[in-house]
């Protein structure tokens, strides 16, 4: 008999940290583009999610890759998988 492991593709997004001050969390805004239904010029819509911190810390202006996982609390319920870009700091 073959055992046959099943990984489950989870939903992704690509976003902004916007704030990273709570323990174990941050903010992301996450930024799309569409096209308005009248005037069919590239509008942007923000969407901010709380995203769950293990062992990766980003800050704030840094640019993360966030997945879907199981609720961790009443908002909390994505995770940080991966930090794409370091924000620049100036100063």
Excluded at 46 to 75: F, M, Q
């Amino acid at each position: 008999m073959i055992k046959v492991s099943i990984e489950r593709k989870r939903q992704s997004l690509v976003g902004e940290v916007i704030s990273a001050k709570m323990d174990k969390t941050v903010n992301v805004r996450v930024v799309r583009e569409i096209p308005h239904p009248v005037y069919h010029k590239r509008v942007k819509r923000y969407k901010n999610y709380l995203a769950h911190v293990g062992s990766i810390a980003p800050n704030e202006g840094d640019t993360v890759k966030i997945s879907s996982i199981r609720p961790i609390s009443k908002r909390k319920r994505w995770q940080v998988s991966q930090i794409i870009r370091k924000a620049i700091k100036l100063g």
